[in-house]
């Protein structure tokens, strides 16, 4: 199903891999291109068409629930940089404080 196929890099364009569209329409990824993006089976990904080429962009889906709103955002930011000054409390510390 799938054959690949490495041409050697032309005017400084990166060698390219082919692949055979196999039974169901399936196209295998080369696993480097894989490895680079980050891809693991069962990841979604966006196939369009645009001008005789087909795209493949990986895609992340999220549920609308787990979206931040603006000052959520901001919330996170404040704490990741008090994180990063060393601005922190440790949670046993902290039960002590309360505790008295």
């Known amino acids: 199903m799938n054959t690949k196929v490495y041409t050697p890099s032309i005017g400084g364009e990166e060698a390219m891999a082919i692949s055979k569209v196999g039974q169901r ?9 894989c490895e680079d993006l980050g891809l693991k089976e069962g990841d979604f990904v966006e196939v369009k068409e645009s001008r005789g080429f087909v795209l493949i962009k990986p895609k992340k889906l999220v549920d609308s629930d787990d979206i931040l709103i603006p000052e959520e955002e901001t919330l996170i930011r404040k704490g990741e940089a008090q994180l990063k000054r060393g601005e922190y409390v440790l949670w046993d510390d902290l039960k002590k404080k309360i505790k008295g």
């Not at 329409?25 to 291109?33: N, T, Y």
């Open 25 to 33: 329409r399936q196209v295998v990824l080369p696993k480097e291109i």
